[in-house]
């Protein structure tokens, strides 16, 4: 099994900065792709942005140049810096990873966290 948690949400004024951060735990041999993805109230999920196991980033044109996706493998933690805030950033982010559970499987699974909110006020 295989679990993601979320943290570092929060309240914050327009402007600002937050520092999300996903551990990864539970059964894993490997993990590919890590990514973030908001989903704000009536709208569908959206990929916020995606860093593959080699640390090669893409990032959605809204937050280019605002956000940034890393990640510590030795962890198996992915982060969001978010700086420059703006009201259009509120969202519940969902952390999402591609785990190969153990060495003879045949496939990478994808988990997602129970999503942390972000809320930014102008």
């Known amino acids: 099994q295989v679990q993601l948690v979320e943290s570092g949400g929060g309240l914050v004024q327009a402007g600002g900065s937050l520092r999300l951060s996903c551990v990864i735990s539970g059964t894993i041999f490997r993990i590919n792709d890590m990514g973030w993805y908001r989903q704000a109230p009536g709208k569908q999920r959206e990929p916020v942005a995606v860093?593959?196991?080699?640390?090669?980033?893409n990032h959605a044109d809204s937050v280019k140049g605002r956000f940034t996706i890393s990640r510590d493998n030795a962890k198996n933690t992915v982060y969001l810096q978010m700086n420059s805030l703006k009201p259009e950033d509120t969202a519940v982010y969902y952390c999402n990873a591609d785990v190969k559970e153990k060495y003879y499987s045949t496939s990478y699974r994808g988990y997602w966290g129970q999503g942390t909110q972000v809320t930014v006020s102008s």
């Open positions: 860093i593959t196991s080699g640390g090669n980033t």
